[in-house]
Structures are given as C-alpha cells and as structure tokens.
C-alpha cells in the first residue's frame, strides 16, 4: 500500500473552500489561491486589492426593470436611465471573465406561488390590490411579473450571460435575504465586491449595505449602475457608498488596473 501522503486525492468543494479526500484521509487545510494583485482608483482611496478574492455582482438588469415593455414601464416610470450600464458592462465583463473573476446575475425572480412574499412586500408593489403586481400578467407581453423563468424576469438582450456565470435568484430588495448568495461568495473565497446594476438606491443600495455589514469589502461601479429614482437618489447613494459603505469607482478604472496588473 502506498503511503497515505503519496495516494491521489480527491477534491470535495470548491478552491479555496475545498478539502482533499480518500477512503483513509482528509486534507482540510484549504490551500489559499494564488494572490492576483491590482491596484484600483476610486474616489476616496488608492487601493490594492486581491482578483483571485473579487466577484462582481450584476443586479436586477431585467426586462421587468430596463425593457419599455417591462413592469416599471407599465407603472409610469421612465425607464430610459436603466439603460445606462449596459456600455460599461459590455466593456467590462468579457475583461472580468478573462481574469477569471466570477460574474454572478442576481436577479429577482419570484416563485410563482409566492409563497414567500409578505404581504406588505405585495403592497409595495400593488397598493390598491387591484394593480399589475408582483405575480400578475403583463399587459404587452402576457408573462407574470418578476416571477422566475419568465420574460420579465430574464436579462435583458443587451447582456450576454455565459454558462460559467453565477445566476442567483433573489425576492426581496436584498439579494443576501433568504437567498444562496453568501454561501457562495464564501466557498468561492470571495471577499472584495464590485456592484452594478439597478436601481441604484434601492436593489443595489440594499444588497451592497448587507454585504458590508457580514463583513465584505464592498466597490460600487457607479458608470455600471444606475436608478430610475429621481438624481437626488443616485447622489446620496454615492455619498453614503463613500461615506459608510465602501468605495466608489468605475468600469474604465477597473479596465485600468485589469490591464496594468496582468
């Protein structure tokens, strides 16, 4: 028999979370991945951070939120700002996947019993009960709104999701709330966050506050994201980013220090 150190191992998990077994043995040590340093400028700060510890998150860039025949344009809202990443993340994400980190689509997408939604979420969404709400059909396009595997809640066709990204459903303005997120930014080893997507002050604010309090380092892409909230939203956004939350920067500057540091 060979010795215990010399027999092939196999692997259980993902790297960095990942343990080495056999029949007789676990290596539970989880090597840490390799350090893929960059440096990044953002508002407030220079900083140096690790790629082989970073994911981004794209939010709720659904028809639902961006299409002129999703819900939000149903309701009234003027959904033209919601496009406004769309540029920067064409530009950007093809560039992330080159550098191997994670692109994780956090979507809203409902049961469609929801079974899981509070009444007084519902209300948000449909005061007088009498509304186009949360589950109901479309009136142009006939799918349940927010409601998982339908058009209104699938990416818009402006982004392409490649078949290792990360697709996570979420039901509430949070998407670390009753979701998978955090289980997998921890099995992953994933510690520094970029944000994009929409709106920027609710779904995104949301999700980026509860990711800074379970202790994630926490970088807005502010060309990458956008609300159809009134400006004044966008800007206290940004200051409350960079006052209590985390760090502010951009896709070009990201793109900058993808390319210096590889």
């Known amino acids: 028999m060979s010795p215990p150190h010399t027999r092939p191992l196999h692997t259980l998990g993902p790297p960095p979370n990942a343990w080495q077994v056999d029949a007789d043995s676990a290596d539970i040590t989880r090597p840490a991945l390799a350090q893929r340093v960059i440096a990044l400028s953002t508002e407030t700060k220079q900083l140096r951070l690790d790629l082989a510890k970073s994911a981004c998150i794209v939010i709720d860039m659904q028809n639902d ?30 560039q992330l996947r080159q550098a191997k980190i994670p692109v994780i689509w956090l979507n809203w997408g409902n049961r469609p019993d929801l079974l899981n939604i509070s009444a007084g979420l519902r209300h948000v969404y449909n005061p007088t009960g009498d509304g186009v709400g949360l589950g109901s059909p479309l009136p142009k396009r006939g799918a349940p709104v927010l409601t998982k595997d339908s058009w209104a809640a699938a990416v818009i066709d402006e982004l392409v999701q490649e078949a290792a990204d990360i697709k996570i459903d979420k039901y ?4 670390f709330w009753d979701t998978p997120l955090d289980s997998i930014l921890r099995n992953l080893g994933k510690t520094t966050l970029f944000f994009a997507g929409v709106n920027a002050d609710q779904c995104v604010m949301a999700t980026l506050q509860d990711a800074n309090f379970l202790g994630y380092d926490c970088i807005l892409l502010r060309d990458c994201t956008a609300t159809t909230s009134p400006d004044y939203c966008m800007q206290a956004t940004v200051y409350n980013v960079n006052q209590c939350f985390g760090f502010v920067s951009s896709a ?10 590889l």
Request: glycine content about 12%.
């Open 65 to 94: 939120f961006c299409h002129p025949d999703g819900w939000l344009a149903h309701i009234g809202v003027d959904v033209t700002a919601a496009s406004q990443p769309v540029e920067p993340l064409q530009r950007l994400l093809p």
């Open 172 to 175: 509430r303005m949070s998407g």
């Open 252 to 261: 070009d500057q990201l793109l900058h220090g993808l390319d210096r540091g």
